[in-house]
């Protein structure tokens, strides 16, 4: 290419006030980003932030209303199918062809990119495997559990080797098992060097998956960094959760200042930010409060969601 | 064209999977008609005499028609069902969008993929007129191009309707004030000129009617007596194809890129 050895390796997505309209609605405000080669990025935030909606930009699915975006060097208005024949894309809900049996939805999927019938058929065989679906590869879809349609989502979007894969909550609606195994392949792809971008309302996932994230609220991105820097940025090393009777927890007003850094009070519960956090529960009972359970753990994106739009991620 | 030709493969392969209820079906639905409208009802028809259509028994009047009719039927449940499935149920539009193919593809695939079908269901249609010897001449497979062009005519702006719809509840609205009245009253059974004068304007504007009266006139090998008309059916239903397929193909990439 025409870079200069010392050029540092360009973005594979570049968003400068990518911005999105729906008539008056304004699902992106315009946001700046970047995704390097081979990280896992991700967008954290409630339903309705506009995760989807920026996905399906860069997915050159949904017209851009407004700023820059580059994909895959490539601009989505005018170069769609040449960026999209580069990119895996899982969206949020099946698009599984369930008249068809697992093996078949493979083989069609590479022929929409043109491969030949053999090329399909040899992926068809790796992906399989990856997907852990070999057995299953002459049932139906329809019978299959969510964690096999999801996997087989994800297997039939590397079909075509892409660039750039492209997840909507890739996790939503599974059980935990199932989420575990999806992550552990998501993990080997990109230990593999496949550069991820994915959106997720899960503060775990997003925690056990991605390099680097944005968090997203109300179509705009209030924090970036990887998700312990954000930590480190926006909350204390430890948080302790008091749980009282509901109308305790309505008269304990001035009872917990001090304890803490940062106090939350949420629906059913206290949280307490400081970095001791057994420091904190042991304060709280020597000032002679009775919480009906008391746990101490680390802070999480959870916490950092909180603290940067106070609001839990589900609600 | 090649990309269009995948998702045309994409539905040869789901409808491999089911093709064995259909075809006996597109099998059985012409022996049964032939049989009770053409030798049955024929049978009376024909005792008063062959002059009534023109020199011809009524199996052979009604053949070309009811293979028109009957496709038409056909291609109506095509463009519905399907598309709204494609579109909201299994969403594989959506899935295909996500790949270099462009929503005017998944479109005119989806359509020459009901033209397929329309060719597949008017030959054994044809078929099972010649073995019923109700072929007036080999001029009888004329009729299968006749068919597919008007069952498009069809396919065409009820898809692009279907485009636009996210459940099956207006269906019922086409079928039963579109397509089952037009199979009655476009000339299929008897001629228009038995009809009230104003009916008959209203089986002008039939594209039914068009399709039957070139497909009967292709096959009788009577299309030299009126040329003109003829070509008017020819333009009309290519008219009708042309519009219908542009409106499915906007639709469509409304509806994808709204997500």
């Known amino acids: 290419m025409q870079e200069e050895p010392t050029a540092p390796e360009p973005a594979l997505i570049r968003a400068r006030g990518l911005t999105k309209r729906f008539g008056s609605f304004v699902a992106v405000d315009a946001i700046d980003f970047d995704v390097a080669p081979g990280e896992a990025f991700g967008f954290l935030g409630p339903n309705g932030a506009g995760k989807t909606s920026t996905m399906r930009m860069i997915g050159a699915v949904s017209p851009v209303s407004d700023g820059d975006l580059t994909v895959l060097g490539l601009d989505p208005r005018t170069q769609g199918p040449a960026i999209r024949a580069r990119l895996g894309v899982v969206p949020q809900q099946d698009t599984l062809d369930t008249e068809l049996t697992v093996r078949e939805n493979l083989v069609l999927y590479g022929r929409y990119f043109g491969m030949s019938r053999d090329e399909c058929n040899r992926r068809a065989d790796e992906l399989l495997d990856f997907a852990q679906l070999t057995e299953r590869q002459n049932d139906e879809v329809e019978p299959l559990s969510g964690g096999m349609k999801r996997r087989l989502t994800i297997a039939r979007a590397l079909i075509n080797q892409p660039d750039l894969l492209l997840l909507d909550e890739p996790t939503t609606g599974l059980d935990p098992q199932a989420r575990h195994l999806l992550w552990d392949r998501l993990y080997r792809l990109k230990q593999r060097g496949v550069t991820l971008v994915l959106t997720t309302h899960y503060m775990d996932e997003a925690e056990q998956l991605c390099d680097r994230l944005v968090v997203m609220d109300k179509a705009k991105i209030v924090a970036e960094g990887s998700p312990r820097e954000l930590i480190e940025r926006y909350s204390t090393r430890e948080v302790t959760e008091l749980r009282f009777a509901p109308d305790v927890q309505d008269r304990l007003d001035g009872k917990l200042d001090g304890l803490a850094e940062r106090i939350e009070r949420l629906a059913d519960r206290v949280l307490l930010y400081a970095d001791d956090g057994e420091a904190v529960a042991v304060a709280a009972h020597e000032r002679g409060l009775e919480p009906e359970t008391v746990l101490v753990r680390r802070s999480t994106l959870e916490d950092v969601f909180l603290r940067l739009t106070g609001r839990s991620l589900i609600e | ?259």
Do not use: C
């Open chain 2, 1 to 259: 064209m090649a990309a269009l030709s995948r998702v045309v493969e994409q539905r040869a392969v789901v409808y491999r999977r089911t093709f064995r209820s259909s075809a006996f079906s597109s099998f059985v639905s012409p022996v049964l008609f032939l049989t009770a409208m053409g030798l049955g009802l024929g049978g009376y028809v024909n005792r008063g005499g062959a002059t009534a259509l023109g020199g011809l028994s009524y199996l052979e009047f009604l053949a070309p028609g009811l293979l028109v009719a009957t496709v038409m039927q056909a291609a109506a449940f095509e463009a519905t069902f399907p598309i709204i499935g494609g579109l909201n149920w299994q969403r594989t539009f959506h899935a295909m969008y996500a790949t270099p193919l462009s929503p005017r593809d998944i479109a005119l695939g989806n359509l020459a993929w009901i033209a397929v079908r329309m060719a597949m269901i008017a030959t054994v249609f044809t078929a099972v007129i010649v073995l019923f010897g109700a072929a007036h001449s080999p001029l009888v497979v004329l009729g299968i191009p006749v068919a597919v062009l008007t069952g498009m005519a069809f396919a065409a702006p009820i898809a692009a309707f279907s485009s636009t719809q996210r459940t099956p509840n207006r269906f019922n609205v086409i079928f039963r004030f579109g397509i089952t009245p037009l199979f009655l009253f476009s000339g299929t059974f008897f001629p228009i000129e038995s009809l009230p004068a104003p009916l008959q304007a209203v089986a002008w504007l039939s594209p039914l009617w068009h399709g039957v009266d070139l497909g009967r006139g292709v096959v009788l090998g009577t299309i030299g007596d009126q040329p003109l008309v003829m070509l008017a059916h020819l333009v009309v239903l290519s008219a009708i194809v042309v519009v219908g397929s542009w409106a499915t193909s906007r639709l469509i990439e409304k509806r994808l890129v709204r997500g």
